[in-house]
């Protein structure tokens, strides 16, 4: 099913084109005005511009060409030349019936023979995943589920920081504390044992430890940064010790991301590409393109008509220790290798920009990038309520854990203040709290535009009124159980017929579907599949409030109406669905 949009902007092109007009000038977009029309369309005041004739005379024309398409009920001239336009109930309809028979027609193949590689989370092995990470996770797993419905071959990677200081500065921690341990000693001593020396919970209080010991002691950082040198050379001890450190965070950030209902592909890290970065660099030497810089070896990134300075890209320090942006580069060779994407998308804190232009600079310029767009997806932070970065009322960062907690407790407050799933039994009742929580949370995340910064404000987020998850849950669960209940009064669901306004809308709204996700897919918008839904449950809301339907007598009117509540139900669905949030059975 191709969109309603596109389908309105062919004729309108059509008709300029059969005028010997350009066909550009044909665009059509949802009124301004809702109350006068449902479509405008204003290429004759630009036409008329161009052709530098009146454009009063231009939209005539097409006004009389479009009427001609049997298309439209109603095709009239507004002010110096808009013209305005609304489409017959009866073509409404038949689109409304196909999306019903078919709802996932409603999803364009855009991505058809296309690749694309989204890496997101990024969680750093042995630091708690603070809210920046929740956010990366959200936005991406949204991105993921948005780009794989829309027919694009999708491989997601969580590209855990794994190779940087902090594991030196756990290296060394570690050794301070418990020096006898095998790993320690100058030998090779392979086999190691094959337990971890270090649990999750160490890991948690030995960073902090060990970071703050590097703030605040010169001699400290200096003992880490060797270690990281060491490690990334290779030392046996290091290495068998930093697998530790690393299957032991992998555990714990999976359970993490899995009790937020995200999922990635692959469990990679920057040192997965550690192997490639010495024949990396060899080769970015020899092309001339890697030079030294005060000890450094660096990829200059410059380009003339730059505004502001964008400093060279370091690939070694003076010690030979690789940086965040050389593990970044050398990870773009692999997946050139490994997958050859079209589309690569980083789904990273908004902060990060300059590193990504340098890494993408450098990638472009070595050619190491092959034909594949990359991308980097910002987002803005989150702040508390009072406009600080947010963080536990202890001062400390927020766990994914806690957070989830907290989003579950409010969300049962309010379910016992709305009177829902109250004489459910207590399993069910808690489960529901918990959907209703990650939803309020996420949808909070998601309909803010990503870029900008945002309040996380739990007590609003979770309220059943207004733009949150909870209330499209509400929605959904809603038109459930009207579907449930004509189910068991043996009622029939029958084509979605077009009577009143309320209807109309909301038959607009479900055909607006696949143009706002092919708009979320260009701008890589969560926020506007959030709009969409919302405007679709309220839509859906003043159709509820204005018609009988379960209670409809007239057989006929009661099963059209049905209908409609069915192809709702199944475009809010894949709405939520790509949105990651789940819908209660009833609530
Ligand atoms: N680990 C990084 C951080 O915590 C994010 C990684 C993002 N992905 C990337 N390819 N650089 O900031």
């Known amino acids: 099913m191709s969109s309603l949009l596109a389908e309105l902007c062919a004729s309108a092109s059509a008709a300029f084109a059969a005028e010997g007009l350009g066909?550009?000038?044909?665009?059509?977009?949802?009124?301004?005005r809702a109350d006068l029309a449902q479509f405008q369309c204003n290429g004759a005041l630009s036409a008329a511009k161009a052709a530098k004739t009146n454009p009063r005379a231009i939209a005539e024309k097409i006004a009389a060409r479009l009427s001609g398409t049997g298309l439209f009920s109603d095709v009239?001239?507004?002010?110096?030349?808009?013209?305005?336009?609304?489409?017959?109930?009866?073509f409404l309809q038949a689109r409304l019936q196909t999306l019903a028979d078919a709802p996932e027609s409603a999803l364009p193949?855009?991505?058809?023979?296309?690749?694309v590689l989204l890496d997101f989370g990024g969680p750093n092995v042995a630091k708690p995943?603070?809210?920046?990470?929740?956010?990366?996770?959200?936005?991406?797993?949204c991105l993921q589920r948005l780009f794989a419905a829309l027919s694009w071959t999708k491989l997601s990677d969580v590209h855990l920081g794994d190779w940087g200081l902090p594991m030196g500065q756990l290296i060394t921690e570690l050794a301070l504390r418990q020096p006898d341990l095998p790993y320690f000693q100058d030998a090779d001593l392979s086999p190691y044992p094959a337990q971890s020396p270090v649990t999750m919970e160490d890991l948690e209080i030995l960073y902090p430890e060990a970071s703050n010991a590097c703030k605040s002691d010169p001699i400290r950082l200096e003992t880490a940064r060797q270690a990281t040198a060491e490690l990334q050379a290779g030392?046996?001890?290091?290495?068998?010790?930093w697998?530790?450190?690393?299957?032991v965070s992998e555990i714990g950030l999976q359970r993490?991301?899995?009790?937020?209902?995200v999922r990635f592909d692959m469990w990679k890290g920057e040192a997965d590409a550690a192997p490639l970065i010495p024949p990396m660099v060899e080769n970015l030497k020899a092309a001339g393109l890697a030079v030294m810089s005060e000890g450094a070896l660096v990829v200059p990134v410059a380009e003339d008509g730059d505004t502001k300075e964008i400093p060279p890209l370091i690939l070694l320090k003076s010690d030979g220790a690789v940086l965040y942006g050389t593990t970044d580069l050398a990870t773009i060779v692999e997946r050139e290798t490994s997958f050859d994407p079209d589309l690569v998308l980083y789904v990273v804190d908004q902060r990060q920009h300059g590193h990504f232009e340098q890494v993408f600079r450098a990638a472009k310029k070595s050619g190491l990038s092959g034909d594949a767009l990359l991308e980097h997806v910002g987002y803005g932070t989150v702040n508390g309520t009072d406009g600080k970065p947010f963080k536990t009322r202890a001062g400390g960062v927020m766990k994914l854990f806690d957070l989830i907690a907290m989003a579950t407790e409010e969300a049962e407050k309010r379910l016992a203040e709305q009177g829902l799933a109250a004489d459910y039994p207590a399993e069910e009742r808690a489960a529901i709290a918990r959907m209703v929580g990650v939803a309020a949370i996420k949808f909070a995340d998601l309909s803010n535009n990503r870029v900008s910064g945002y309040v996380f404000d739990l007590e609003r987020f979770t309220r059943f009124e207004g733009k949150t998850g909870p209330y499209l849950q509400y929605a959904a669960v809603r038109i459930k159980s009207i579907l449930r209940r004509a189910r068991e009064e043996g009622h029939s669901l029958g084509a979605p017929v077009i009577r009143s306004e309320e209807e109309r809308r909301l038959a607009l709204q479900l055909l607006a579907w696949p143009e706002t996700l092919l708009a979320a897919e260009e701008k890589r918008a969560p926020h506007y599949i959030c709009d969409y839904v919302f405007t679709l449950a309220q839509s859906f809301s003043r159709f509820y409030a204005e018609h009988h339907i379960l209670s409809e007598s007239d057989a006929e009117l009661r099963s059209a109406r049905l209908g409609l509540c069915a192809?709702?139900?199944?475009?809010?669905?894949q709405g939520l669905s790509l949105l990651g949030i789940e819908i209660p059975e009833r609530m």
């Not at 697998?243 to 299957?247: A, V």
């Open 23 to 32: 066909p550009e000038f044909g665009i059509v977009q949802p009124s301004d």
């Open 235 to 241: 030392r046996p001890g290091y290495r068998v010790l």
């Open 567 to 573: 192809v709702t139900l199944a475009v809010l669905e």
């Open 256 to 261: 993490e991301f899995a009790s937020l209902g």
């Open 109 to 115: 193949k855009s991505g058809a023979g296309k690749r």
């Open 243 to 247: 697998q530790h450190f690393f299957k």
């Open 76 to 90: 009239s001239i507004a002010g110096p030349g808009f013209i305005n336009l609304k489409l017959k109930d009866a």
């Open 129 to 141: 995943m603070h809210v920046g990470h929740l956010r990366s996770a959200i936005i991406g797993d």
